[in-house]
């Protein structure tokens, strides 16, 4: 039986959580929030209660990839 290969599409709609989020990034779980609240990371894409938020991992990707570029600029 050969591993099924996953698509980046699929795995872009992967959600994440602010604890993942602050993980991917190098930053503590309060600065993700200060970041969202300035205006420097894009605000959670799904709202799972009323204090559970997630990000999509396609959008923290694009996040990452922005920031990538304007920094070799």
């Known amino acids: 039986m050969t591993a ?3 698509s980046p ?3 872009d709609l992967q959600r994440l959580s602010v604890r ?3 993980a991917l990034i190098g930053r ?3 600065s993700i929030r ?3 609240k300035a205006g420097k990371f894009p605000p959670a894409d799904h709202r799972d209660g ?3 938020v997630r990000w999509s991992a396609g959008t923290v990707r694009r ?3 922005s920031t990538s570029t304007a920094a070799a600029k």
């Open 4 to 6: 099924a290969r996953v």
């Open 9 to 11: 599409e699929l795995a």
């Open 20 to 22: 993942d989020v602050a």
């Open 28 to 30: 503590g779980e309060q």
């Open 34 to 36: 200060d970041m969202v």
């Open 50 to 52: 009323p204090k559970c």
């Open 63 to 65: 996040w990452l990839e």
